[in-house]
Nanobody, 124 residues
Framework: QVQVVESGGGLVQAGGSLRLSCAAS????????MGWFRQAPGKEREFVAA??????????ADSVKGQGRFTISTDSAKNTVYLQMNSLKPEDTAVYYC???????????????WGQGTQVTVSS
């Protein structure tokens, strides 16, 4: 059974940094993509970043790509994906979700497994 668990959220001032972690267990597939999504109050869930586990390709939303604000990376030994978030803005406040897609594409059509989410709050 696949389990996806996020951690690392919290309260930070604007301009600060946080690193989110996502540990996935039970993955027996040869190729998959892990992604981060976020949902702010009253808004729809949106894509943030993704990384293909086998090829290492990455993909970012335009809102976080500028100036390298967010970086997605992996630790294969720990089967963990990280989201390093720098220069945080109040509009980055949201619940951040980690998800796994059984796909070789860095932009899969759907994600198959989801975590429970971790709250990130950026104060102005």
């Amino acid at each position: 059974q696949v389990q996806v668990v996020e951690s690392g959220g919290g309260l930070v001032q604007a301009g600060g940094s946080l690193r989110l972690s996502c540990a996935a267990s039970g993955l027996t597939f040869k190729s998959y993509t892990m992604g981060w999504f976020r949902q702010a109050p009253g808004k729809e869930r949106e894509f943030v970043a993704a990384i293909n586990w086998s090829g290492g390709s990455t993909d970012y939303a335009d809102s976080v790509k500028g100036q390298g604000r967010f970086t997605i990376s992996t630790d294969s030994a720990k089967n963990t994906v990280y989201l390093q978030m720098n220069s945080l803005k109040p509009e980055d406040t949201a619940v951040y979700y980690c998800a796994v897609a059984i796909s070789s594409l860095v932009r899969p059509s759907r994600y198959d497994y989801w975590g429970q989410g971790t709250q990130v709050t950026v104060s102005s």
